[in-house]
DNA sequence: CGGCCCCTTGAAGACTATCAAGACTTGTGG
DNA sequence: CCACAAGTCTTGATAGTCTTCAAGGGGCCG
């Protein structure tokens, strides 16, 4: 169940300059590949926006199970959470810049401008819907559409066209489909063989047949 | 997939006052046993404290099968949500009583109480946490392991001993953990032969040894 | 070119779902 | 208060999906 071995490199800070509202509030970091990002149960001190790479956040069970509990792609945020203490890990599925924000300042700002109060709110508010409509995935859902669902998903936050990136490994998707490694290969493997999608390499994907892939989602 | 009917009659206002905080923001409403509190949808007009009686949150795919994402005992909110619109459906388990409080009324209190609008995001976040500590049941956890885990959760929300009461159905159960409501009732009954606990109706647990419990959780 | 990951594929087995029937509970009406 | 009916829960037999165990293929980097 234990994946690859992590990498303990990652997260030197450098102050880099970016254009967004919540840029001039942090600093932009770096995570090298399967790098950790910050450990469950660790003090909640910063808040992070994926500036480049991808993220995912990860729950271990006491004998080794692992369990993801999502991704992050550029522009989305994660550890936007109002707990003191981290509930999860995170870390980097390839190499990452990530713009850090103190949460002090964030909460600092929060007292003054109920705006960005409300859009804290709201981004956590945000990942309760994910979390939700996951939880039908993993509770309801048989192996082919959980990986439909995945697939659309992924399409939908980075695909351009119908061509998609998977910056993380079969044993991510796994971990995070509640399924094992060799079910996802297989199923991967069933999708192109009928013509859904096609392989091009294991980390890419391409859409064939959407309107098929949205029945098969459940 | 889909179980009992559900009885629409529910949620006749009339106001009651009582004490906390939040009381004198909303009206005590009531919803009788299996009716809806709202559907997924509807206008996110209201949010809610359970006051008396159970709650259960559900979501549908498209064919009818069923996910109860959460229950919600008395003392605990729910549907406070950041969106316009709710994204999964509202039922009184057992007959409620409930404080409704429009959604306009907190909102407009948040925009002056700095303390509130914190309380809000860090409840969210309560939420979002549970959710993903239920992804890792769904995701990676055996059947015995499941209903351990539920019952040792119900038991620290609701038990003051050992006993402790099911308001919900097994088939709500069931939807909950991911399983058929066949091999909830069979891990209910597996536990029992294993002298974890005892059943002195469905609808009540009597937890006979917790450490025992506590190693089945996973 | 060789080694190491990562991914794929195959065969057998386990756990849970499905199908089916019976027992118990609860509520209703006579 | 009893009898019936409906809903709920339990149990059994069988089937199916996914996991486990095992081995081989492919790509990337030193």
């Not at 859902?141 to 992924?154: G, S």
């Not at 859904?196 to 047949?209: D, G």
Request: with cysteine; glycine share 6%; aromatic share 6%.
């Amino acid at each position: 169940m234990l994946p690859q071995a992590t990498n303990p490199a990652s997260a030197h800070a450098m102050t880099v300059p970016v254009g967004d509202a919540w840029t001039p509030l942090g600093v932009v970091t770096t995570a090298s590949r399967n790098g950790e990002i910050f450990a469950e149960g660790d003090l909640a001190a910063r808040v992070y926006k994926v500036m480049s790479g991808a993220v995912r956040i990860t729950k271990l069970l006491a004998d080794g199970r692992r369990v993801v509990t999502g991704f992050h792609l550029p522009g989305e945020f994660f550890a936007l959470e109002a707990g003191e203490v981290h509930r999860f890990s995170a870390e980097a599925v390839a190499d990452c810049q990530l713009l850090a924000i103190p949460r002090k300042t964030i909460l600092a700002r929060a007292m003054q401008d109920h705006a960005l109060s409300q859009q804290l709110w709201s981004i956590t508010g945000a990942s309760l819907d994910r979390a939700q409509e996951h939880m039908m995935l993993l509770g309801r859902k048989n192996a082919v559409e959980r990986l439909a669902t995945f697939l659309l998903d992924m399409a939908a936050r980075t695909g351009t066209d119908d061509r998609v990136p998977l910056p993380m490994s079969r044993q991510d998707i796994a971990d995070f489909l509640g399924l094992t490694i060799e079910t996802v290969s297989r199923t991967f493997t069933q999708l192109e063989r009928d013509g859904v999608i096609a392989l091009p390499s294991a980390r890419e994907v391409t859409l064939k047949n959407r309107r098929r892939l949205l029945q098969l989602e459940g």
